[in-house]
């Protein structure tokens, strides 16, 4: 399974939400509000015929609220991990199992884990400090069992009058309640997101039930996450059909948006599920709050580790490694469900967030070879377009107009980049002493401004594009320079290694 407690339970978070106690006058009232408005969440559930919010809870029953706040429930009741506990009956099993199994519970004594023992405030507000990202173990701990009530006042996440409620009165499970909706808003240890925002992110809650209840924010127009491994069905009831469907060369469909220049991206589909997603115009996001736009420090603070190199292990040849390789102008990590993730970077302004481009784990590492892409005339003319798309995107990022497709810059484009192949040389002026604006006017073009981009080695469109916009030395300026038209052609041959050329003119 791609879902891990590691993953859940690693992010470093800052507490920023205050969880507010009503007056009791009214409590059982307002109580139940968040008790019937979790439930459509799937984080609380009734009992059977009520919520009986007015009996304390068992330690089984906040053991099981802590595997749903940690989004572990599925995990948990597939897994079925085995656990030492004789106490524990067979509809609790898996969820005491899934916690033993991360070590985060223990029992009252090596046989027996006080399933029907009533819990305390400070253990129930333990289950939540550790959701939220907190240790109350080792050497670097945030806090102590016997003061977790205390610590979650200190730190704002907790009111006054519910401080002194929790410390004073019987805990029940209308507390459990009313804590548990206070998690959902609560911002974890590290990055700026609510541990509502990332289960919903990990598809664990369902994001209409989240909006409803007000654990998170409706989606602002143009702001969106879209990430790898949704349903394919998702994406088509929010932006309807693509425009066009393009070859990728990694065994997948990219089926493409870009009828809308503020809203172009690209997915993945294979079956029914988005395998990969490629993110290129601002407000779009894949994961963890961070959007296009954004600035480097937000994927620095998010991901405590990047990556140099996706290694594949090879019989015979353990040093073949896939082209993702971390650059001051992008970064490579693990996503959530672990699959890989790239953020591209405008190093000319403020590191920028351009693009985000997503891949599923088994598909990446199905590549044997660095380049390992086909010589197909279907898929060179997926990357063309592709390379047009994301130019445009980003000029529409920085306010500059779009450039229009030119069939014949495309044909100029496409024989410098099949004559570099043929005869072996990279250059923009060719073995004959011709330039680009000589072989574009052999195309027939007349024009008053034109210029060239070319590159070779990539295996895919998108760091080919990042790679020029961060280039000073002609390609950043052909790329957001005064043109208006745009042809590219990208040749592929025997061996899989690629040329891209790009031609502009106006």
């Given amino acids: 399974m791609k879902k891990t407690l590691t993953v859940l339970i690693s992010i470093a978070i800052l507490l920023s939400c205050l969880v ?4 009791r006058v009214s409590a059982q009232e307002k109580y139940l509000w968040y008790a019937e408005n979790l439930a459509k969440t799937g984080v609380f559930i009734g009992t059977g015929s009520s919520f009986e919010l007015d009996r304390p809870p068992t330690r089984l029953e906040g053991a099981v609220m802590f595997v749903r706040l940690l989004g572990g429930e599925d995990e948990a009741l597939l897994m079925n991990y085995p656990h030492p506990f004789r106490d524990v009956p067979e509809w609790g099993r898996g969820y005491v199992g899934f916690l033993y199994h991360y070590g985060l519970t223990n029992g009252i004594s090596a046989n027996e884990f006080g399933s029907y023992i009533e819990m305390q405030a400070k253990s129930f507000m333990t ?30 996440i907790l009111d006054y009058g519910g401080y002194m409620e929790l410390r004073n009165e019987i805990f029940l499970r209308d507390h459990v309640a009313l804590l548990s ?12 997101i609510t541990l509502a925002q990332r289960l919903v992110d990990e598809g664990l809650v369902d994001r209409a039930a989240a909006e409803e209840i007000g654990v998170v924010a409706p989606l602002a127009a143009g702001h969106f996450t879209i990430s790898a491994g949704i349903p394919f069905a998702d994406v088509v009831v929010r932006f309807g059909l693509p425009d066009s469907v393009a070859d990728s060369g990694f065994g997948f469909d990219w089926q493409v948006y870009s009828g809308n220049p503020d809203e172009y991206f690209e997915v993945g589909v294979k079956g029914d599920r988005v395998v990969a997603v490629l993110l290129a115009s601002a407000g779009f996001s894949a994961e963890r709050g961070i959007e296009i736009g954004m600035g480097k420090s937000a994927t620095d603070i998010s991901y405590p580790d990047g990556m140099d190199r996706i290694y594949k292990s090879v019989p015979g040849d353990p040093t073949i490694y896939i082209n993702h390789i971390t650059t001051e102008n992008r970064s490579v990590f693990r996503t959530i469900q672990n699959d890989y993730i790239t953020y591209y970077y405008d190093s000319y302004e403020n590191n920028a967030i ?3 481009f997503v891949i599923d784990d088994e598909i990446e590492e199905g590549h044997l070879k660095q380049f390992d892409i086909p010589a197909d005339t279907g898929l060179m003319s997926s990357i063309s377009r592709q390379v047009f798309n994301l130019t445009n995107a980003m000029r529409r990022q920085k306010g500059l107009p779009l450039l229009e497709w030119d069939d014949k810059a495309a044909a100029s484009a496409l024989l410098h980049s099949m004559d570099m192949d043929a005869r072996d040389f990279f250059a923009h002026e060719n073995p004959d002493g011709l330039q680009p604006w000589d072989r574009m006017e ?38 957001l320079g005064g043109y208006r038209y745009l042809g590219v052609g990208v040749w592929i041959d025997a061996a899989g290694y690629m040329y891209g050329t790009q031609n502009f003119w106006k």
């Fill in 20 to 23: 507010s106690f009503p007056g």
């Fill in 127 to 156: 289950f939540g400090l550790r959701a939220l990202g907190y240790s109350d173990s080792g050497t670097g701990a945030d806090f102590t069992w016997e003061h977790a009530l205390e610590f979650a006042y200190e730190n704002g």
């Fill in 181 to 192: 909706y206070g998690f959902l808003k609560t911002d974890l240890k590290g990055p700026d």
């Fill in 354 to 356: 351009t693009a985000i």
């Fill in 442 to 479: 052999a195309q027939g073009i007349s024009y008053m401004l034109a210029g060239e981009n070319i590159a070779g080695g990539y295996r895919d469109a998108v760091h080919m594009v990042n790679d020029w916009l961060n280039s000073k030395t002609g390609h950043r300026e052909a790329m």
